[in-house]
């Protein structure tokens, strides 16, 4: 888990996979993220951190452009994904949801079966009414489930409706597995293992550690144990505004700001 | 210890109070139904068969079937349904999926729900100026139809707006983060899991089509008709009409006849009624978010 400033022998640093400048966002009159700037880098696990209502949520839901269809939120600024501004008029959000995929609190399987479920982002962004070969679609469902560590456990029952007979933690790790059919680069996760129990946390966490290399990571937390353990940096934010982002270690360890020790240490939040 | 204090006597007893007051409340509304199906059935029974539900009255309307009113009453219930189904549920979609959460939306609501109420003979009137009138469908069960259709979308947008409330936004949530369009996500996710929904809501407008007079009245329902309609552009006859001719404006009618027609025209009610009930019982049975 060592940190992500190991540049390798003098290349160009990579692009960052988010990079977030001067953004604001307001919810009608009120302003819930105040001039953001920050580069999420691209390959590693980034925990997002802060108190309940300072924005962590917005912000991570601002990355994909699902806030707009809420009708009354006005932004300004700049978020680019892997170099590309994703508030550009030629960009169609759609495009920008299969590249950055969005993992809920609460599993939200879809009331279809386990099956339609992995395939449910393919077959939009690929089926033009024209239908999915059954092989294709059964090598497509196999091998997300796998990478999600799903596979052995609903193999035998993929026609099984996806809301009921799985436990919390295989339905979130299936809510992961649907995103990666569509071969997403970002994934961003709003305190996913919040709803589960000690072992499901551990286990979807192991399954994050495990996606690690494949994807580039943001995830919104509320456990302090959990970010420490599982992200390679760490950015804590209060009241709409990022106050600190380093390597995890680091912003464990010696934290730059008077906020975050107060905070990492539970004396607020 | 833990005897009863004063208190919990005094409680047990409003408690037996309140009990028996619902319980006398429930009876007042249960049984005059109770009676009129009773009459119904006792008076009507013996003369519905076969060939009463599929000859023509005879005699004046004073023996023989029922067969053009029942088959007039399908004919309007259809028709109406062909052009408020569609209408009512894109409204419902518009509103539900696709409206801005802001005050006309809310407004547009409360008016559709107002209208809900409004009295089946101000329909009646509308039917008559608009459809009769203004488009010259002349009076027929196209402009009897349209007028059903008009009385019953209210309802049937609301409750179809209210069973597409119904399916959790967080379904949404993961199909529009997926990249689905809004349609895509009606589509595949909002429509199949309130279809349920909507179509209880559509059945019950069903029987209340079947059941009003004033609408189809002055738009296209006659008294008497030797003929049976060959198409929309038709006068035709209908059950609830029928059952006020027969009942108040022939005489010499036996008085097994109006019962016999008020018979079949609850038995439709209560079929479609139960239709609507099994729908939604399957479907409570089947939903488990
Ligand atoms: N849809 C919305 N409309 C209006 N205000 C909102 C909306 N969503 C969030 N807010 C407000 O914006 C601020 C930030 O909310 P957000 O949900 O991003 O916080 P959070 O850091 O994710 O909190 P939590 O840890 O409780 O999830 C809060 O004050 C919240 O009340
Ligand atoms: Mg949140």
């Known amino acids: ?269 | 210890m833990f005897e009863a204090t004063s208190v919990n006597h005094h409680n047990d007893r409003v408690q037996k109070q309140v009990k028996i007051l619902f319980g006398i409340m429930l009876a007042l509304l249960i049984i005059p139904m109770v009676v009129i199906v009773a009459t119904l059935l006792i008076k009507g029974s013996p003369i519905v068969n076969l060939s009463f539900i599929f000859e023509d009255p005879k005699d004046g309307m004073t023996a023989g079937g029922i067969f053009p009113a029942l088959l007039g009453t399908i004919w309007l219930v259809a028709v109406s349904l062909l052009a408020s189904v569609p209408l009512g549920v894109a409204a419902a979609i518009y509103l539900s999926e696709y409206a801005p959460d802001n005050l006309l939306t809310r407004l547009i609501h409360l008016a559709t729900i107002n209208l809900a109420g409004v009295p089946s003979i101000v329909h009646a009137l509308f039917g008559v100026g608009a459809f009769v009138v203004f488009f010259r469908f002349g009076t027929s069960i196209l402009a009897a139809s349209l007028t059903l259709a008009i009385m019953t979308l209210p309802v049937v947008i609301v409750s179809s707006w209210e069973a597409l409330q119904s399916v959790p936004r967080s379904f949404r949530e993961a199909c529009w983060n997926m990249g689905a369009t809004r349609w895509q996500t009606i589509w595949h996710v909002v429509l199949p899991n309130a279809i349920t929904g909507i179509l209880t809501g559509v059945i019950l407008q069903v029987s209340r089509a079947a059941g009003e007079t004033a609408p189809i009245m002055f738009t296209g329902a006659a008294m008497f008709l030797p003929f049976l309609p060959n198409s929309v552009f038709d006068q035709t006859m209908a059950l609830a009409l029928h059952l006020f001719v027969v009942a108040t404006q022939v005489p010499n009618v036996p008085e097994s006849l109006p019962f016999g027609v008020a018979l079949v025209l609850v038995g439709i009610v209560l079929l479609m009624n139960s239709v609507a009930i099994w729908i939604r019982l399957r479907l409570r049975r089947k939903k488990k978010w």
């Open chain 1, 1 to 269: 888990m060592s940190g992500p400033f190991l540049s390798s022998s003098g290349a160009p640093p990579p692009e960052p996979a988010i990079r977030i400048r001067e953004f604001n966002l307001w919810y009608g009159t009120f302003q819930a993220l105040f001039d953001i700037n920050l580069e999420i880098k691209n390959g590693l696990i980034t925990s997002l951190i802060g108190p309940s209502g300072c924005g962590k949520s917005t912000l991570l839901r601002s990355v994909d452009r699902i806030n707009e269809r809420l009708g009354y939120v006005r932004i300004r600024g700049s978020i680019e994904v892997f170099g590309q501004e994703i508030h550009a008029p030629q960009v169609e959000p759609a495009q920008l949801r299969k590249q950055v995929g969005m993992v809920f609190q609460r599993p939200n399987p879809l009331p279809i079966s386990i099956r339609d479920n992995v395939l449910f982002g393919y077959r939009i962004h690929h089926e033009k009414g024209g239908r999915l070969a059954r092989s294709e679609a059964d090598g497509i469902v196999e091998e997300a489930l796998r990478q999600v560590l799903l596979w052995d456990q609903v193999k035998d029952r993929l026609d099984h409706k996806a809301t009921d007979g799985l436990s919390l933690e295989a339905m979130q790790k299936l809510c992961i597995a649907r995103l990666l059919p569509v071969k997403p680069s970002i994934l961003l996760m709003d305190e996913p293992c919040s709803a589960l129990d000690p072992r499901g946390t551990a286990a979807v966490e192991e399954l994050i550690w495990e996606l690690r290399d494949r994807y580039s990571i943001l995830i919104v937390t509320h456990n302090m144990a959990q970010a420490r353990r599982a992200s390679d940096e760490c950015v804590f934010m209060l009241m709409g505004r990022v106050v600190e982002h380093a390597p995890t270690d680091q912003l464990f360890v010696t934290p730059a700001h008077r906020e975050t020790a107060d905070y990492i240490e539970g004396r607020f939040g």
